[in-house]
C-alpha cells in the first residue's frame, strides 16, 4: 500500500511542480492555535462558560505541548497560524513553538471573519497582530492564514503592501501559485481539515458527531498518495485543542511516519515552500486550459 511505486497502468501525470531535491511531492504541516478565540470569537460572554472555555483552553494548554513533542519525535517541521490573542495570553507557548523550530504565522487578532470587515478594519488587526508576534517571537512572520480560510477581495494586496511572504487561505489549486503582487498562495482544501471530521459541542452547536480516527486515516491518506503522485503539496491543517486529543496524536504520528515510509516527501515550513516558489516559477506546471501559457 505504501510503496513509493504506482501499480503499473495506473494514470500518472506528468508532476504539476518540481520540488526540490528529486521530492515528488511537498508537504505542509499547519496547527491553526484557535485555543479560546474558537469560542470568544462568537461572543465575548461565552468567557463565563468554563465547560466550553475549558475545551478550547485544551489546546495551548494540552494539545501544543504534546504536538510538539510528537514533532520532535518524528523529526518534521511545522507552522502554526496563531491570532494575537492567543499569542498574548500563552507567550511561554510561542517561546516553546520557537524554541521547537517551526514557523508562527499570523491568523487574525480574535479569529474575526474578515468577511464585513472594511478594508481599514482589516488592515488595522493585521499591523497590530504584525507587531504582537514580532515582539513575542523576536522575528517577523512571513505567512498569514485568514481565520476560516476566508479572505477579502483586498487582502492579498494588502499582505502584499506589509511584505508578508505567503498566504495559505484559498483553496483555488493542490501547488502553490502566486497572486498578481507576487504574494504567494499555498492552497489548502477543507478535505484536508480536522474541524469538519472531530469537532463538536452543544451550546453553541459546533460540527456533528465525531469522526472515527481509522475512517480519518483512510480519508487523508487516500488524499496524500494522489497527491503524492501527482506532485502536489499536501496542505494538512489541525486544530490543537481537536488534534491534540491522544488517539488524533496517534492518528498524526500513522499519517506522517506512513509519508516518511512512502519517502520523495519535502516536509516544510510556509516560508520555506514561499522562497522555493518564488525563486523557482519554472518549477510550476500549468494545466489550466484558459491560462495565458497554454493560448
Known sequence: MKSNEPAPGRFMPPPRFIWPGGHRSAAMLCFDVDGETTALSESPAFAQRRTLMSQCE??????VPRLLDLLKHLGVPATFFIPGYIAENHPRMVEAIVAHGHEIGLHGYLHE?????????EEAILVRCLDLLTRLTGRRPAGYRAPWFETNPWTAALLGRHALDYCASEMGDDVPYTHPNGLVEIPGQWLLEDWEQFAFNADPAWGFIPENCAKVYDLWWREFEAMHDFGSCFVL???PWLSGRPSRVRLLEDIITGMQAK???WFARGHEIAGYVRTHPEARREIDFDHPANA
Open 113 to 121: 471573519k474578515l468577511a464585513g470587515l472594511s478594508e481599514p478594519e
Open 263 to 265: 519517502g520523495g516527501v
Open 237 to 239: 491543517t489541525l486544530h
Open 58 to 63: 485544551y489546546g495551548p494548554r494540552i494539545g
